[in-house]
């Protein structure tokens, strides 16, 4: 791949060069509510954490912070950005948690689901579902045979355990975007 270099010799070449920039930049994803069609997608800012489709939960800055550390992280390791729907926009997501939760430990989560999200990095699909009580979970499931499989909790600051997680231990992370999170997982044995 050859690099190009640009000498900037005039005001002129500086000035072009800036709106170029400021075009791709607009041309870039950004953060915020977009509309297609009648669906409604959240592209998730870490840098400026909004609660934007979590109003209704009870620690809904909290669990905004804990979706935002979730964004950030694939960001950063992926360059891939964390985009969130409602679950009635991407129902397959909601079920596919739901089916793995039930068929794997018997789990039924109580509160109601407020946004998903599902893709996949690197020969892994994710699949998230963010719960009014501030709850987060996660399935991680690799393509390919033989690679890693599992289901991620991951709890919001001020949220009590759900009764229906009680049986796991929860390790403390602390995390500038969401304070402090209480996480959990178990390894996925059945395919899906």
């Known amino acids: 791949m050859r690099?190009?270099?640009?000498?900037?010799?005039?005001?002129?070449?500086?000035?072009t060069i800036?709106?170029?920039l400021r075009a791709v930049k607009a041309l870039a994803p950004q953060p915020g509510p977009e509309r297609y069609g009648d669906a409604m997608t959240y592209t998730v800012d870490f840098?400026?954490?909004?609660?934007?489709?979590?109003e209704t939960s009870p620690v809904a800055p909290a669990l905004a912070g804990l979706?935002?550390?979730?964004?950030?992280?694939?960001?950063?390791?992926?360059?891939?950005?964390f985009?969130?729907?409602?679950?009635?926009?991407?129902?397959?997501?909601?079920?596919?948690?739901?089916?793995?939760?039930?068929?794997e430990r018997g789990i039924v989560v109580a509160s109601p689901p407020l946004e998903v999200s599902g893709?996949?990095?690197?020969?892994?699909?994710?699949?998230?579902?963010?719960?009014?009580?501030?709850?987060?979970?996660?399935?991680?499931y690799a393509v390919e045979p033989g690679g890693k499989r599992a289901v991620g909790f991951k709890l919001s600051l001020g949220m009590d355990v759900p009764e229906e997680l009680s049986s796991f231990k929860f390790a403390r992370q602390r995390s500038k975007l969401a304070g402090e999170i209480r996480g959990s997982y178990f390894v996925i044995k059945g395919e899906y």
Request: aromatic share 8%; charged share 25%.
């Open 67 to 81: 979706r935002a550390n979730e964004a950030r992280y694939y960001k950063n390791k992926y360059d891939h950005v």
């Open 18 to 20: 800036l709106v170029r």
């Open 119 to 140: 893709f996949e990095v690197e020969g892994l699909r994710m699949a998230y579902v963010f719960y009014e009580s501030g709850l987060a979970i996660n399935v991680m």
């Open 3 to 15: 690099r190009s270099s640009t000498k900037l010799t005039t005001p002129d070449s500086a000035i």
């Open 83 to 103: 985009v969130t729907r409602t679950p009635q926009e991407a129902p397959e997501v909601l079920d596919l948690v739901t089916r793995v939760l039930h068929d």
């Open 47 to 54: 840098v400026d954490v909004s609660t934007t489709g979590l």
